[in-house]
């Protein structure tokens, strides 16, 4: 819904994200205050969060791409993001590269593993395609784990500061500027290459891929693509999560991280660039309050044993899931319409 007196005569104007003075004024400030004043104010716990929400933001635009706009339904996310890692890793560790020139290859590298993995979506959909999916996690986490000395397989693989050619990133700042300013460009790339004609294909071949198919798209070739760009976005979250942790090992990937990376499109919203934010905003905000509140609950109720207060986490993950699919089945960006619609509308009851 528009607001009154805002119309459209140019079909550049219905098709552009930004169409009312208010909201470019809105996204100036929200810049503003992401590179001006929150880096100002934030100390380095809220810092460090937020440099992992931007990582986690970029990784989950690549899955809001396959799955909730072309419908390939995929669960080994996590494993993408892991091969981004590991070429960025292997390649400033042991070839010395600068992480500026090692990036782009992670990207590239980790969007052709995708297109490899997502071969099986011309055959198969929905249920036999998640296990595919599922397959390659762990395919790809065994590789990793028994790489020897070029993974580092359980050792560990050391990953060096980001090297920009100008300047060496170190200290959590630094790296807040560096993912946010990726993390606004992921999400600018991300928004308009739905409202190409790519992204109209994803959307027909979501919604019915045969008559997609009928209407002259070639199927195939675009599911394709979304593996391709989604791996892409993986492979970006990877080479910024591998020097940011500074030592890579297959533990810290593992299969429940793709899962939580489904939690953030179903809380968020699925077909919504915007409900990605929402999504990974609100799930790993919840994570941070059990951890926070966990010690607290075991000095308060001391019936509450160390393994309880370890599956806590996942308890929640789960209830807050069911919930959603239960009673905001469209996500937090649904429920975010339905306010500014009521607000466009008020006082006026229709």
Request: with cysteine; proline share 4%; aromatic share 16%.
């Amino acid at each position: 819904m528009r607001p009154a007196g805002t119309f459209d005569e140019f079909y550049s104007q219905d098709m552009a994200v930004l169409r009312t003075r208010f909201q470019w004024v809105m996204l100036i400030l929200g810049l503003v205050f992401l590179f001006g004043i929150f880096p100002l104010i934030a100390d380095y716990y809220l810092l460090s969060i937020a440099n992992f929400i931007g990582i986690t933001i970029i990784g989950a635009l690549g899955l809001q791409i396959v799955l909730g706009y072309c419908g390939q339904i995929s669960i080994g996310h996590m494993a993408f993001v892991a091969v981004g890692g590991y070429i960025t890793g292997i390649i400033t560790h042991h070839l010395g590269w600068a992480w500026i020139l090692a990036m782009p290859v992670a990207v590239a590298g980790t969007a052709i593993v995708g297109l490899i993995f997502g071969l099986p979506a011309l055959r198969i959909k929905g249920f036999y395609l998640a296990l595919s999916t599922m397959a390659a996690h762990f395919i790809l986490i065994w590789i990793f784990m028994h790489g020897g000395s070029i993974t580092g397989a359980h050792n560990g693989l050391p990953v060096p500061n980001p090297d920009l050619g100008f300047m060496v990133i170190q200290s959590e700042k630094a790296y807040f500027f560096l993912i946010a300013t990726l993390t606004v460009l992921a999400t600018f790339l991300a928004k308009n290459l739905i409202r190409m004609k790519l992204g109209r294909a994803f959307i027909a071949v979501r919604d019915n891929d045969i008559a997609a198919e009928f209407m002259g798209i070639n199927v195939f070739r675009y599911k394709m693509v979304a593996f391709t760009i989604a791996s892409a976005y993986a492979g970006l979250a990877g080479a910024l999560y591998a020097p940011y942790i500074g030592n890579l090992m297959p533990e810290m990937f593992p299969f429940m991280e793709s899962l939580w990376y489904i939690g953030y499109l179903i809380v968020g919203g699925m077909g919504s660039i915007t409900g990605v934010y929402f999504g990974v905003i609100f799930l790993l905000l919840l994570k941070q309050f059990v951890l926070i509140t966990s010690p607290i609950l075991a000095v308060i109720i001391p019936a509450f044993t160390d393994s309880i207060l370890a599956s806590l986490l996942m308890i929640l993950f789960g209830l807050v899931i069911a919930l959603f699919l239960i009673f905001e089945p469209r996500g937090l960006y649904h429920r975010w319409e339905i306010i500014k619609s009521s607000i466009r509308l008020w006082p006026f009851p229709y």
